[in-house]
């Protein structure tokens, strides 16, 4: 599987951006793909993931309802559109594909299970 994460930008606090991935390979059933971001001096966590098998999607708290989750099927894309930016949203995003269950488990407690595929991040920068 190899994934590729784009739509990272400079943006001033209250934007909005839409990150994409897009997954080429083969994704197993009960897999997930998911959104990760890492800010400087900090450790990795779970942002969003949204399932292969039926596109339900999970949310770290954080993100209290401004991002939003999405793919395209027919174009094998995630996208990850976020609004009203803070700037502790800065960082290296990451799109990730693995087992749904250990996706879930990064968005609920922090990045505990380490993911078997990841693309390059892309950079979200805010400003305040």
């Known amino acids: 599987v190899q994934l590729q994460a784009s739509g990272g930008g400079f943006v001033q606090a209250g934007g909005s951006l839409r990150l994409s991935c897009v997954i080429s390979?083969?994704?197993?059933?009960?897999?997930?793909i998911g959104w990760f971001r890492q800010a400087p001096g900090k450790e990795r966590e779970g942002v969003s993931c949204?399932?292969?098998?039926?596109?339900?999607?999970y949310y770290a708290d954080f993100v209290s309802g401004r991002f939003t989750i999405s793919r395209d099927v027919t174009k094998n894309t995630v996208y990850l559109q976020m609004s009203t930016l803070k700037p502790e949203d800065t960082g290296v995003y990451y799109c990730?594909?693995?087992?749904?269950?250990?996706?879930?488990?990064?968005?609920?407690?922090?990045?505990?299970?380490?993911?078997?595929?990841w693309g390059k991040g892309t950079l979200v920068t805010v400003s305040s």
């Open positions: 990730a594909v693995d087992r749904l269950w250990a996706l879930v488990a990064n968005m609920k407690y922090g990045y505990v299970y380490g993911m078997h595929y």
């Open positions: 390979g083969f994704i197993p059933e009960n897999y997930g």
């Open positions: 949204i399932s292969h098998t039926n596109g339900s999607t």
